[in-house]
């Protein structure tokens, strides 16, 4: 069978990837399932300068899925390139960073940073983190949205996928815009808005009060959002939300996705992405397919 996808010219040996922040490189994960598994190794989303995070509590569990209110710490792109970039580039699979900023400038300062390195083969830009000068979540606002791809794609030669967040009217829409702006494709989805209340407390139950619900809970939501913008769009989606095995992940395929990122799953099960891996394969084997093409949006039909 035929797995390989070609995100904006680069080729994935299949089409699984973790999504950012849910998988780590480390000696003792690594001896479980090889990093160089998946199709894509996506980094932790990074800034320009360290941060410290939010206030934990930082993760809760919820029926069919966890809230995170992580806030993204990070050590700052220097020290990532220095210790973790070379790591990962290291596996002999294509290395997505994430990066974020708080400010236009942050974004194309990051981009050309990382693109200078020569390490990276694709750039995902984390747009659900607030604008520092509007306070809104630059992937909620459609100028912003389009202002920040614009120029992100203006001073770097990387591709750049647009990580958007399904907290709009219609995300369809933001996908199209994302596209115009020169994005060469589309995450779809980063996590929902959630709370939990502590009723002991009586008080939130995270140090953030609010957090990112992901997991199956969201599968669905997920799915939608790939349907729906398979049909407006001409570059590839990669679907993300709520997979746990290799039926959710085809289930994303057929609605459109050239690809699938595994998140909250990957601390449940380790092995996961594996699982996964060789599912789609049978799946294309056992229904007479001979290529992952095949199936990409097909229950559009």
Known sequence: MDLNVNIAGVILKNPVMPASGTYECNSIHDNIFSPDEPGAIVSKTIFINSREGNAPPRICETPCGMLNSIGIPTAGVNNFIRDRLPVLAGFGVP??????????????KLAGIIESTGKADLLELNLSCPNLHHGIEWARDK???????????EVTNLPVIAKLSPSVTDISEMSLIAESAGADAVALINTYKGMKIDINKRKPFLGNIAGGLSGPAIHPLAVYAVYSSFTKISIPIIGTGGIASWVDAVEMILAGAAAVGIGMYNFVNPLIMREVISGIEAYLKDNNFDSITEITGIAHL
């Open 95 to 108: 290395v997505v960073i994430s990066i974020a900023g708080n400010s236009l400038e942050d974004f194309c």
């Open 143 to 153: 100028n912003e949205l389009y202002r920040v791809i614009k120029r992100v794609k």
